[in-house]
């Protein structure tokens, strides 16, 4: 019996001895870093980097960023590094170094340092401090000086501390660089086949205009960070992927911010390309600016100039009411035999365009619909019946003006039928236009509206195409589609949507025809055929809401002549403030080998235990008789 209790004994202090190693080995203790114990004189700079930790094991700490005022010249630099924990004195620590960047007030980079020295190994502390370069030459002026650690987790890096920095001055620049830059701007009609640039030139609408922007270095030094960009006016559209750089394809930011187009050396020039299209037929005069600014110089502009001339256009629409039955004028009406009916006819032209000269209208009625002699009217006003034998004369029409044509028929067929009146215009320089309405005899509405509206989170894509979640800044995406499932066309066609409190529009939108006014962005769509569809979209930005899961509700509307509204319907979006995600905190040190190595000695003591149990039953017996004992002895007894 007292041999297993030597055993257990043995046992208990080994255990001990074993738990009080881990928890000492799983101690770390972190020496503070030194002060700056660089040396200055009189006319140094001295930038304390306090002592921050650059990398630790394999976590990357940000760059130390200090500010200065650091003079354009050459240097002899001074740094101090520390790096000091207990366990160094077991491991390697390879790549413990750092260097220091400067740079300028754009956040270009000026010069940088040599990186330091590896510190020592197998020491509890290790620190350098010296000349690490002489005469660094610093070619403008610095804002900031920016520790950063030498190298990358991907190669074993360890971490080293950012303790101080000396700039010794030791000489000026060069004498003054003189910084310049120009700018040319011309341009090209590349529908016209212009085969040169020049400054201006005459374009129509929908014409292809390319543009060029010459920039030339005309200083005696190198200029960094040249900026180019372009500020096009309204009615001409960059044509996206089109701009170019010495004929390399560049981001199409330069319509957007500018883009960077590197350095140019002295007298070096580069030239930038981009393409444009007119969309506006309105006779006027369009002048495009181009920028340019690199770090030392200010921007400086050129424009060039596209003189559009005026061009004709024409509308021409047709709707009908049922005279017989009191119908409003719409683009299709329902009628019986006998039916009176009147068909009503609008010419316009577009207040951007030209006037129209020697404008024609003629009409070509169905068989099964009668002409009522001398119904004709032009605003109201009897005229001839020439219109649908050979047509009638409207003369000029000037941009903003229309001219609306009435006249009257009978129903004459019978049996369920869809009746097609056709209308026609045409002009001097204007190619055939054509509108029509139908009637339809005996026949059951016509319209099947369809006008459906989707959104999408084009930042954090979740959800259905009418239910989702937001945050505060992302991007939804509104998308509205209509199929015209009738068996008439429809005119007049306009897509209306009215932006829900707390999204802003960024005017990023589908679609020709759309404009915006207040927070109503509407698109005019002009005539769908049957089985025509049309989609549009648009996007918007998530603003503040006044709680979580706020819902963001939207709809669209669709209007067409002759039709009442048509109502989509509703998107919801919930704008949450956290979102599924996790987040994991660990603080102190590592438990894991620990927690193993005491699973490993609770292990051991249960198989010791039931193997004393198994081979010698006796033990229990003596166990309890050692306890009776000891507790006898205890009780005084």
Known sequence: MKKYLFFILIGAIVSVLFVSAIKIAAAQVIYDPPPCQLQTQAGDILVDFGGQYLLTDTVAYPPIVRSANIPAGHYDIYLQSFDGYDIRVDVTQPHEQYFVAFNNSLGGEVARTNPTPDLQDYVETAAWSGLINSNLYLDNNAVQAVAQHAADGSTGANSVRAICMVMRFLEPPAPSPVYSLSIQKTVRNLTAGSSSYTESVSANNNDNISFQIQIQNTGNTTLNNVYVRDDLPDYLSYTSGTAKLDGVSISDSLMSGGVNIGSLTASSSKS????????????????????????????????????????????????????????????????DPGDHILFSISVSIPGD?????????????????????????????????????????????????????????????????????????????????????????????????????QVANLTWSNGSGTDNQARVGDVLQYTISYTNNANSTLDNIQILDTLPPYVSYNGNVSHNGVYYSGDIIAWNIGSLSPGQSISVTYQAIVESVPSDNYVITNTAILRATGLSDIISNETRTAVVFKYDGIIRAVTGGNDLFRNLALAVLITFWVIFIAYLIIKHPDFLQGAGLMVKTIGMRILGK
């Not at 181009?290 to 005026?310: C, K, L, R």
């Open 272 to 335: 930038v390309t981009f393409e444009a299209k007119v969309n506006g037929a309105s006779s006027q005069t369009l002048t495009n600016y181009a920028y340019v600014h690199a770090y030392n110089v200010g921007e400086v502009n050129d424009t060039a100039v596209v003189n559009v001339e005026s061009s004709a256009d024409l509308n021409i629409t047709k709707t009908v009411r049922n005279l017989t039955k009191g119908t409003d004028l719409s683009s299709s009406v329902n009628a």
């Open 353 to 453: 365009a030209a006037a129209a000269t020697n404008v024609l209208v003629w009409d070509s009625l169905p068989s099964g619909l009668d002409y009522i002699n001398g119904s004709t009217k032009i605003d109201n006003i009897s005229t001839a019946d020439g219109l649908i034998s050979g047509g009638i004369s409207l003369g000029t029409i000037n941009p903003n003006q229309i001219k609306n044509i009435t006249f009257e028929t009978t129903v004459s067929s019978a049996g369920s039928q869809t009746l097609t009146n056709y209308a026609y215009a045409s002009a001097d320089n204007i190619t055939q236009r054509q509108a029509s309405a139908q009637v339809a005899v005996g026949a059951a509405p016509l319209y099947d509206p369809d006008l459906s509206k």
